[in-house]
């Protein structure tokens, strides 16, 4: 399971703050923290005015260079953001994100094309989100062309079928369970990712919703996630699912995960 | 789902020691905590020498029967002890169990024949439990055959596929999967359960297993399970199961299940 650490976003109130009062200290702990909990990628969203984005960027970009070796995920929805910020990282990490909305995807995939980047790619397009699994499948046939013809491997892409809130669209579920194991019938080698947190919106004991999604969506072929790395109860039904899943022979990792104090604090 | 509280059982310890001294509170306790957290049935199984079984479960039967309206499963390893304990109960409840093994599928589905009680089955016989998902099936087969001469509907039935510990048998778990899915397409109306801990047997953090596994299980088709009713962080993922997979609409039964206090602990 490939995790890509959410906490670094200005749309979390407490992180906005931290930007707005440019607390170094503060934005280093949480590279610390998801890089000590074993994230693949640090996520980087600003999230302010455009006038200021990719200042803010840079700025978040050099605290958490400096704090981990981690990779960054550079985070906007304004794709020029994005390939900016790119210049700031000291490595190749995950382009985050472009869709069939506008130009992203033929301005971001050319920049990311001869490079070791990964990259997000959302299924929606300039319709909006489709309703059906129909419609968000032939969303993601169009991105695969649009890969093919920049010669981005399908290994470098992170799908998201978008995840939506459980509470006002049950349908929703299975819908997006059915687009993620489609997609990985297709193409084996690709990722699939989700904002996983998305799905328990507006409902008490959020974590056990987020779980619960979790093990189906990975059962369905996720292997990638935006989440809060630091949940040890998400972080501990992650690791025990590749275990069950028979991919973590005599539950070594998931043991040594514990060990870490990755996971391991669901209570009564 | 049917849940079948678990916690009256001699083979738990602190159970054990209740029984020894004959502690009427301790145990009504338990039947009436399993109550509050909505169990369909209370398992009780007294796990003591063959001597005093009978005595020991009629002891626990009419404690339980005293403190609660909740019907009972009679447990025991011993068919005829199960048979007894049915005449201790005041309404139809769960006999649990039968397997393939010797005469226990004759003598126990004779017994519950002309009744309302329903029954769990396991999927071993004397050649004891089958390592691979055909060979489960084929004693599944034969479970069937023997439902049909006794005229019992397979709705009655509560097969158990068998959960096996994780931790030296990765390859175990698809294995079940696999038995769940296929007794579910073959019988949909079937009930499958299963003893829900096993899984997690001699692994750290148990509970996130459990939790991964009971998904999982409930994704291939469980219905009914055997477990601690009062592990608020199961049941809160069981019910945000059963809204994830589109059947409690606007998540009704969820939010009310957080309200009564059944679910709702997961804490960081």
């Not at 794709?79 to 900016?84: D, P």
């Not at 399908?154 to 369970?177: K, Y």
């Not at 979790?214 to 025990?240: C, K, N, Q």
Request: proline share 4%.
């Amino acid at each position: 399971m490939i995790i890509i650490g959410e906490k670094i976003n200005g749309a979390i109130p407490s992180t906005a703050k931290a930007i707005a009062k440019r607390d170094v200290e503060y934005i280093k702990n949480l590279a610390r923290m998801q890089t000590a909990a074993g994230v693949d990628y640090i996520d980087v969203c600003a999230s302010v005015e455009n006038d200021v984005e990719l200042e803010t960027m840079k700025w978040l970009i050099d605290i958490v260079q400096a704090a981990t070796e981690t990779p960054i995920a550079v985070d906007s929805p304004n794709v020029h953001t994005c390939i900016e910020a790119m210049k700031y990282c000291n490595k190749p990490g995950l382009f985050n994100s472009v869709s069939m909305e506008g130009e992203k995807i033929d301005v971001g995939f050319a920049a990311i094309a001869d490079t070791d980047w990964e990259c997000v790619a959302l299924l929606n397009s300039d319709k909006g989100i489709p309703k059906t699994a129909k419609d968000r499948l032939d969303v993601f046939t169009d991105i695969m062309a649009k890969a093919k013809a920049y010669g981005i491997a399908p290994s470098r892409l992170h799908i998201d079928p978008l995840v939506e809130m459980l509470c006002t669209s049950e349908d929703g579920v299975a819908m997006v369970i059915e687009v993620i194991r489609e997609i990985k019938a297709q193409y084996p080698a690709i990722h699939v990712t989700g904002a996983i947190s998305n799905i328990s919106f507006n409902l008490p004991a959020r974590k056990t919703v987020n779980m619960g999604f979790t093990v189906m969506a990975m059962m369905a072929g996720l292997d990638s996630g935006i989440l809060d790395p630091t949940d040890r109860d998400l972080m501990g039904v992650i690791y025990a699912m590749v275990a069950l899943m028979g991919e973590d022979e005599y539950c070594v990792e998931y043991i040594r995960a514990y060990r870490q104090g990755i996971h391991g604090a669901v209570k009564k």
